[in-house]
């Protein structure tokens, strides 16, 4: 049964340098009801990291098979009424589980994501505020079928969207959170925080770098498929 009030935080960790400072960033949350899951997804570097954590967190271990795999394994054994997923090299702001909850209480939204920073191998910001909001649902629709600007690690949802959507797709190596969006979109209502709440670091052995044209590929592949959908939403949104 999941709880209402609480918020499972899903990790996956793949022999990320990074991971500790990312579970640091969930623990010291100003939010009180948090269930951190860890999953391994079959890592054989820095997993050394996470035993200084010990009972404050759950670690579920599998063999390697992909974000999208990790992320369900973490999203089956969730107890929370609503998911967030932190990348392993990225961090949370103290606030953000609490900012985010309040405004999806408020707007009455099941799915919410927000403006970030980029930050660098050291942990040092180096970019203004990234912030990409949407001053109507037809524009939100236009710019998700050009491309995503949402951040991953920045979005948190109602868990009973998975119920209706399903979980991510683990066929897709590089857009299984662009394609999940898609298919949310048609459903149901969002909400943008324009405060920057999530640390996005940028280094040269991030996915995105090393599997720029592949991701390219499949980006294409995901809009392709979604394009009717979308299409017919636009429409229905213009008419508003």
């Known amino acids: 049964?999941?709880?209402?009030?609480?918020?499972?935080?899903?990790?996956?960790?793949?022999?990320?340098?990074?991971i500790h400072i990312a579970i640091e960033s969930v623990l010291a949350q100003s939010y009180p009801d948090i269930e951190l899951i860890v999953v391994d997804d079959g890592s054989t570097l820095h997993t050394e990291k996470l035993i200084p954590y010990g009972d404050r967190m759950k670690v579920l271990h599998k063999p390697n098979g992909g974000t999208a795999s990790a992320l369900n394994l973490g999203i089956r054994a969730a107890s929370g009424a609503y998911f967030a997923w932190l990348s392993a090299d990225d961090c949370f702001h103290p606030d953000k589980i609490s900012r985010q909850m309040e405004v999806m209480g408020n707007s009455h939204t099941s799915?919410?994501?927000?403006?970030?920073?980029?930050?660098?191998?050291?942990?040092?910001r180096f970019s203004g505020i990234i912030s990409v909001p949407f001053y109507s649902r037809a524009e939100l629709v236009t710019t998700l079928m050009k491309g995503c600007p949402?951040?991953?690690?920045?979005?948190?949802?109602?868990?009973?969207?998975?119920k209706k959507v399903g979980l991510f797709n683990e066929k897709l190596l590089y857009t299984q959170d662009y394609d999940l969006w898609l298919r949310i979109l048609p459903h149901y209502e969002w909400s943008y925080i324009t405060e920057p709440l999530l640390d996005y670091r940028v280094h040269q052995e991030m996915g995105s770098v090393i599997h720029s044209e592949a991701q390219n590929r499949e980006i294409k592949q995901v809009q392709e498929m979604h394009y009717s959908n979308l299409s017919r939403l636009l429409r229905k949104e213009r008419r508003r």
């Open 1 to 18: 049964m999941n709880h209402g009030t609480k918020v499972s935080v899903v990790i996956p960790f793949y022999n990320c340098p990074y």
């Open 150 to 162: 949402v951040n991953g690690s920045s979005v948190m949802m109602n868990m009973n969207i998975f």
């Open 111 to 124: 799915f919410n994501h927000t403006a970030y920073y980029y930050i660098n191998e050291l942990g040092e």
